[in-house]
């Protein structure tokens, strides 16, 4: 028997890959090659654009990705 499994909402999975960033910056600190600040911030954006690039490819798609 399979179960369905309920998509998470984008802002669940956009609030994940900022989590894992906050992570990945913690791991960086403690290495010998620590992020800068300006490429916190510039992975922090890209997160943020690819979500919304996402929700704007849905507001034009109502239908989704065909399964």
Excluded: C, F, N
Aim: hydrophobic share 35%; glycine share 2%; aromatic share 8%.
């Amino acid at each position: 028997m399979t179960t369905h499994i309920e998509p998470r909402p984008l802002a669940d999975l956009e609030e994940d890959a900022l989590v894992r960033v906050e992570e990945e910056w913690a791991h960086r600190a403690r290495g010998a090659k620590p992020w800068t600040t300006k490429e916190y911030v510039d992975r922090i954006e890209r997160v943020h654009a690819h979500y919304t690039a996402r929700r704007e490819w849905l507001a034009k798609h109502p239908q989704g990705v065909p399964s």
